[in-house]
């Protein structure tokens, strides 16, 4: 049988017992968790999930959205997608870029995260993982904005023009910034 992907997203009410009921939805089908983000945001618990099956099953659990929201009583979506790619592959490495991460740190405040993803646009660089949180600062109990991101920089980026730019973001938004790659590059 042919092996298909699909993101499946949910929310609503935190609860317990709701990472149970859609790992069961994807096991009872014969299907597998390949990879997941959920987390409580506010009163809501929120899904992200990367998860295979065969094709028989998937075109029937795409057709039951509606009566799963209603009886898990969540918002549910499924999308079908492609396979992901395998790290470490010479083909995934040669069209991928190299991988960086990008974390912030900074009083609380209105458009951080607008102000850095947009100069990851403008220099074409894709955001592969975000994660946000606010924070009360140790000492002074001042509210603190962390971000860690994970992005790709293609071949045409010139790293240390990104770094001057966020490096402007630094001072004119008060961000600490620091861009670093994940893994080492080679020097041939």
């Known amino acids: ?28 089908k014969g299907g597998n968790i390949e990879e997941s983000k959920m ?30 929201e209603a009886n898990l009583g969540l918002k549910v979506g499924i999308e079908r997608t492609r396979a992901p790619e395998k790290e470490g592959s010479a083909a995934a490495e040669a069209g991928r870029g190299r991988p960086y991460s990008l974390e912030t740190v900074s009083l609380d405040g209105r458009g951080i995260v607008h102000a850095v993803s947009a100069v990851l646009r403008s220099y074409g660089i894709n ?6 949180r606010t924070e009360r600062a140790p000492l002074t109990g001042a509210p603190l904005f ?43």
């Open 1 to 28: 049988m042919a092996k298909a992907f699909a993101v499946l997203s949910a929310i609503g009410a935190d609860r317990v017992g709701i990472v149970d009921d859609l790992a069961a939805l994807v096991s009872d």
């Open 39 to 68: 987390a409580v945001l506010g009163g809501e618990f929120a899904v992200m999930m990367l998860f295979s099956m065969d094709e028989a099953a998937l075109g029937p659990l795409v057709r039951e959205v509606g009566g799963l």
């Open 127 to 132: 955001i592969e993982d975000l994660e946000t």
């Open 146 to 188: 962390r971000m860690k991101a994970n992005v790709v920089l293609g071949p045409e980026v010139v790293a240390s023009s990104l770094r001057r730019e966020l490096e402007e973001l630094r001072t004119g938004q008060d961000l600490d910034v620091v861009l670093q790659p994940l893994v080492p590059t080679r020097r041939d």
